[in-house]
């Protein structure tokens, strides 16, 4: 009976990893309006862990960390960019900060939005259920 048991639940925590494995092959998306101007739009993405990875280790300055994450996820601002790289008013090394256009307020706003998507923040579906204590042998 124990052996069965134990199979029902491999057999969820299966159906789990797989449910989850095809909702990140799903890249979430979103529209911003800036400003409140309709014509003035921008779409971010969901991220992958490892574009999260990337992201995360661009630079040891979160701000400049926030502002790769929102250049990256947000096809938008890399069209834009280009437009500028183009005409000399962005190196193309520094294309990702057309992002200082944005306030600290908005930064943060768009930064948490993309977390949402790419599935890193939130709540997670997860409880304790029981805490043991382990006695160590000195």
């Known amino acids: 009976m124990e052996n069965m048991d134990k199979t029902v639940v491999f057999e969820k925590f299966a159906q789990k990893a797989a449910k989850r494995m095809e909702e990140r092959k799903k890249h ?11 014509d003035m739009v921008m779409e971010i993405r969901g991220l992958s862990d490892t574009e999260l990875n990337d992201c995360f280790e661009f630079s040891d300055d979160p701000i400049e960390v926030d502002r790769y994450t929102m250049f990256m996820s947000s096809s938008t601002l890399q069209n834009a960019a280009g ?17 200082e256009m944005f306030s600290s307020v908005e930064r943060n706003y768009i930064v948490r939005r993309i977390l949402a998507l ?3 923040s939130g709540e997670p579906d997860i409880e304790v259920m029981s805490e043991t204590e382990e006695i160590k042998n000195s």
Do not use: P, Q
Request: glycine share 12%; hydrophobic share 35%; net charge negative.
């Open 118 to 120: 790419s599935g890193a």
């Open 83 to 99: 437009c500028m790289v183009e005409k000399g008013m962005l190196k193309a090394g520094d294309a990702y900060k057309i992002t």
């Open 28 to 38: 979430r998306k979103e529209i911003l309006t800036i400003d409140g101007d309709d």
